[in-house]
């Protein structure tokens, strides 16, 4: 009897235990649930990021209010359609720890909800393979260029084509525009042969830098003198980039008012006289010139003068083609007097033979209260090389070329940080697996997890060992 009551005795401890075990887990689930739905932190293996959104798209989602829905609408089979999911479902979890601010998301899948799919494109002008972002009436349309990045892979000696998505910046620059809209205005001038922003052509086009432009809040145009006759009052910042043809004297009038007016202006050219321009920059007490002595048809630089423009890019490489060069007076380093100038160096290189380093860029500010009485607040840069903006240069990631073309642009318009920050230049989110994230999936699937199941093991089988 007294073997048939230890039997039932160990039996009724064995359930007990059991028990215990299977409500402690149930509670470790729950709690687990529960800090997951309260804390913004989660691990991520198939993406080459730590997780989560980065700091500049959190810096910018908080403190904004609203109602933001972001539809994706993919074929089954793009590579692209599983990134921009989950990337939906961050700014999804990131909104709900911002009070005011709600995110809702839609996954359209076009093979399989075709009506849904149909009613989207015949309401907005959306193409497959694109995510839209709505506010109200007001929308955003991100295609598949803006959402991936094309770049060169070298693989046992031949070059293949990767896709990298990028699509966190162009999702967070136009959520930006729908909350907080800037309404900055640049203007191309076109008629002379320069650089057109909505050329796609590899060498002769600049349609890369306007739809960056255009993801960061930018409206982009071209701008003919010889229709319109003057340039528009809502211009932020005049873009002159590498004329082929002559500027008329009329045109020149106009520029130089504008600019005494206190315009922003970015000059790019490609010799001293692109455009007929020098007696504009006489006026500003600048010359650009071309060195004779000069072999070399590509200038690699990291020499920067003290500049807000130059600040990010530190060690940061330049490149430039066969640039010509500017001639300066003395910096000045007090305040404007007198209506003078004052013109600070940006990009200098090496010179053979010289002591002293040759100029390629400078900005120039004209904002103190002269004999004139007036306040211009004007703002300059002239860069000795055009093509640095070019479809090629901008696609081929020359870090160095996006952050100076966009820290000119941001410095120009008073924005500082918010066009393109150097951080969101180089920030990529990759489909792929991070290779260094291989080492902590194999520890936890090889390790973690089977130690945990063994030791919930031993505290249920470790009681009948005892009793046995």
Same mark, same amino acid.
């Given at each position: 009897?007294?073997?048939?009551?230890?039997?039932?005795?160990?039996?009724?401890k064995s359930k007990l235990f059991s028990a215990v075990?299977?409500?402690?887990a149930l509670i470790f689930v729950c709690l687990a649930?529960?800090?997951?739905?309260?804390?913004?932190?989660?691990?991520?293996?198939?993406?080459?990021?730590?997780?989560?959104?980065?700091?500049?798209?959190?810096?910018?989602?908080?403190?904004?209010?609203?109602?933001?829905?972001?539809?994706?609408?993919?074929?089954?089979v793009h590579p692209l359609r599983k990134p921009a999911?989950?990337?939906?479902?961050? /700014?999804?979890?990131?909104?709900? %720890?911002?009070?005011?601010?709600?995110?809702?998301?839609?996954?359209?899948?076009?093979?399989?909800?075709?009506?849904?799919?149909?009613?989207?494109?015949?309401? /907005?002008?959306?193409?497959? %393979?694109?995510?839209?972002?709505?506010?109200?009436?007001?929308?955003?349309?991100? *295609?598949?260029?803006?959402?991936?990045?094309?770049?060169?892979?070298?693989?046992?000696?031949?070059?293949?084509?990767?896709?990298?998505?990028?699509?966190?910046?162009?999702?967070?620059?136009?959520?930006?525009? @729908?909350? &907080?809209?800037?309404?900055?205005?640049?203007?191309?001038?076109?008629?002379?042969?320069?650089?057109?922003?909505?050329?796609?052509?590899?060498?002769?086009?600049?349609?890369?830098?306007?739809?960056?432009?255009?993801?960061? +809040?930018?409206?982009?145009?071209?701008?003919?003198?010889?229709?319109?006759?003057? $340039?528009?009052?809502?211009?932020?910042?005049?873009?002159?980039?590498?004329?082929?043809?002559?500027?008329?004297?009329?045109?020149?009038?106009?520029?130089?008012? /504008?600019?005494?007016?206190?315009?922003?202006?970015?000059?790019?050219?490609?010799?001293?006289?692109?455009?007929?321009?020098?007696?504009?920059?006489?006026?500003? %007490?600048? %010359?650009?010139?071309?060195?004779?002595?000069?072999?070399?048809?590509?200038?690699?630089?990291?020499?920067?003068?003290?500049?807000?423009?130059?600040?990010?890019?530190?060690?940061?490489?330049? @490149?430039?083609?066969?640039?010509?060069? $500017? &001639?300066?007076?003395?910096?000045?380093?007090?305040?404007?007097?007198?209506?003078?100038?004052?013109?600070?160096? @940006?990009?200098?290189?090496?010179?053979?033979?010289?002591? @002293?380093?040759?100029?390629? *860029?400078?900005?120039?500010?004209?904002? +103190?209260?002269?004999?004139?009485?007036?306040?211009?607040?004007?703002? $300059?840069?002239?860069?000795?090389?055009?093509?640095?903006?070019?479809?090629?240069?901008?696609?081929?990631?020359?870090?160095?070329?996006?952050?100076?073309?966009?820290?000119?642009?941001?410095?120009?318009?008073?924005?500082?940080?918010?066009?393109?920050?150097?951080?969101?230049?180089?920030?990529?989110?990759?489909? +792929?697996?991070?290779?260094?994230?291989?080492?902590?999936?194999?520890?936890?699937?090889?390790?973690?997890?089977?130690?945990?199941?063994?030791?919930?093991?031993?505290?249920?089988?470790?009681?009948?060992?005892?009793?046995?």
């Open positions: 009897m007294n073997r048939a009551s230890d039997i039932k005795c160990v039996r009724r075990s299977v409500s402690l649930n529960f800090c997951t739905s309260r804390i913004y932190f989660r691990w991520h293996y198939d993406v080459a990021s730590p997780g989560g959104l980065s700091p500049l798209s959190t810096d910018i989602l908080a403190g904004a209010t609203g109602e933001i829905t972001m539809i994706s609408i993919f074929e089954r999911r989950r990337l939906l479902r961050e /700014y999804e979890l990131a909104a709900k %720890n911002i009070p005011g601010l709600t995110i809702n998301v839609r996954n359209i899948d076009i093979n399989i909800d075709i009506p849904e799919a149909s009613a989207l494109m015949r309401k /907005y002008p959306v193409e497959p %393979n694109s995510i839209v972002v709505l506010k109200g009436d007001d929308f955003r349309i991100l *295609s598949e260029d803006a959402l991936s990045r094309y770049g060169e892979v070298r693989t046992s000696g031949t070059e293949n084509k990767s896709t990298e998505f990028c699509g966190e910046t162009a999702c967070t620059m136009a959520i930006r525009q @729908l909350l &907080r809209p800037e309404g900055v205005s640049v203007y191309f001038l076109s008629g002379h042969g320069e650089y057109d922003p909505q050329n796609t052509d590899r060498i002769a086009g600049a349609s890369t830098l306007a739809r960056i432009l255009q993801s960061h +809040g930018c409206s982009v145009k071209r701008l003919s003198l010889h229709e319109s006759r003057k $340039i528009p009052d809502n211009c932020d910042v005049l873009v002159v980039a590498g004329p082929r043809t002559i500027i008329s004297e009329k045109e020149i009038r106009e520029i130089s008012n /504008y600019l005494y007016s206190g315009g922003s202006a970015i000059f790019m050219l490609d010799s001293g006289n692109s455009g007929n321009m020098g007696s504009l920059f006489d006026a500003w %007490n600048i %010359n650009l010139y071309e060195d004779a002595d000069a072999k070399k048809t590509s200038v690699a630089t990291t020499i920067y003068g003290d500049h807000p423009v130059t600040q990010a890019l530190s060690n940061t490489m330049t @490149l430039f083609f066969d640039p010509c060069f $500017i &001639r300066t007076p003395q910096v000045l380093t007090v305040p404007e007097i007198a209506d003078k100038p004052k013109i600070t160096p @940006l990009v200098l290189c090496e010179k053979k033979d010289s002591i @002293l380093p040759s100029v390629i *860029s400078v900005a120039i500010e004209l904002g +103190g209260t002269g004999l004139s009485g007036k306040f211009h607040n004007t703002r $300059i840069i002239v860069c000795g090389d055009s093509e640095f903006i070019s479809n090629a240069m901008l696609g081929e990631g020359v870090n160095g070329n996006r952050i100076f073309i966009f820290s000119s642009l941001e410095w120009l318009t008073g924005f500082q940080g918010r066009l393109m920050p150097p951080s969101a230049v180089k920030s990529v989110l990759n489909t +792929g697996i991070s290779p260094d994230s291989w080492g902590r999936l194999v520890l936890k699937l090889s390790v973690f997890l089977p130690l945990v199941v063994f030791v919930c093991g031993v505290f249920v089988i470790a009681p009948l060992i005892r009793k046995i």
